[in-house]
């Protein structure tokens, strides 16, 4: 492991594997076959999940509110749960959307853009006039599963594997022009470097089954 990769792991250590619980205001009203949605209201802020018939194998993960990552990805593992309780209908699910990284998952947006600018093949200048180049870059960076180990950990005992696999729109910026500049200048990031800080981002749900069936009940 480089010394880069080191500096960022040791941010995200010490995750224990949680079961499976139901948020105590969890709603899923009904919205005919066309349309679900699971939804939950932390401190005045809405997190919501949606599936949508015409794209059977995609939910739609949205959640601005003020949680940590782990939080957040409990949650999301809930409402997953709520849509697909039993194995089959988990198989069906296959990829997690999230519209913007550094809203859904700040922590998880921070790890990347520090691994970037660790990273001696981070062109910042190339985000500009090659878009497929971001975009392959936060995939090659971001898709490390050791960034995201709380998504990991939340949805495994619902039997999934998690990768990302696809990000658009790619934004990078200076420390400033981030919502976390402290943390990155506190991390040795210099105040004029660029680093990718947000992004859409589709991640692979990879169904594996859970093995003792304890979260199949």
Request: aromatic share 10%.
């Amino acid at each position: 492991m480089s010394a880069g990769r080191w500096a960022v792991a040791a941010l995200v250590l010490g995750i224990a594997q949680l079961p499976i619980r139901a948020a105590a205001d969890l709603q899923v009203p009904s919205t005919g076959d066309s349309r679900q949605v699971a939804s939950s209201r932390i401190d005045g802020c809405e997190a919501a999940l949606e599936w949508r018939a015409a794209e059977p194998a995609l939910v739609r993960y949205r959640n601005d509110c003020e949680q940590a990552v782990a939080d957040k990805a409990q949650l999301l593992a809930s409402m997953l749960h709520e849509f697909a309780p039993d194995p089959a209908a988990r198989a069906g699910l296959q990829t997690l959307f999230v519209g913007r990284m550094v809203l859904t998952f700040p922590e998880l947006a921070q790890r990347v853009a520090l691994a970037a600018a660790r990273r001696s093949d981070w062109e910042p200048a190339r985000v500009w006039r090659d878009v497929h180049y971001a975009n392959r870059f936060y995939v090659q960076v971001g898709g490390q599963p050791w960034l995201f180990p709380e998504l990991q950990t939340a949805l495994a005992p619902l039997g999934y594997s998690v990768s990302l696999t696809t990000a658009e729109k790619v934004l990078a910026g200076r420390p400033r022009e981030t919502p976390f500049e402290g943390w990155l200048l506190a991390q040795g990031v210099g105040p004029r470097e660029r680093v990718p800080f947000d992004a859409m981002v589709w991640f692979r749900l990879e169904y594996r089954g859970t093995g003792d069936g304890a979260a199949e009940r």
